[in-house]
């Protein structure tokens, strides 16, 4: 079993930063991407940003600049590091991880963590 928990989403001002964290647990073998999606009200899902383990980053347009993904493959966490927070923002966040492999097996899956709230204020 893999479990994916997000945490340190919270409520900040426009301008403002926060640091978000995701830790996949289990007997996990390896993961190819890992990575941030996120939703807001009446609004789909979207990538925000994605981090392959070979080091190749995706981000949506409108975070570029200000957003930075990175991941520790020894912890399997991924980070993203959020700058000049806009209230656009504001979204429910959730942790990706793609092409899990669990110890043992040849199967690769996705997991999604539950998500957490991000609120930007104007």
């Known amino acids: 079993q893999v479990q994916l928990v997000e945490s340190w989403g919270g409520l900040v001002q426009a301008g403002g930063s926060l640091r978000l964290s995701c830790a996949a647990s289990g007997t996990i073998f390896s993961i190819n991407a890992m990575g941030w999606y996120r939703q807001a009200p009446g609004k789909q899902r979207e990538l925000v940003a994605l981090l392959s383990s070979g080091g190749t980053t995706n981000y949506t347009d409108s975070v570029k600049g200000r957003f930075t993904v990175s991941r520790d493959n020894t912890k399997n966490s991924v980070y993203l590091q959020m700058n000049s927070l806009k209230p656009d923002d504001t979204a429910v966040y959730y942790c990706?991880?793609?092409?899990?492999?669990?110890?043992?097996?040849?199967?690769?899956?996705?997991?999604w963590g539950q998500g957490t709230q991000v609120t930007v204020s104007s």
């Open positions: 990706n991880a793609d092409g899990v492999r669990i110890r043992y097996y040849s199967m690769y899956r996705t997991y």
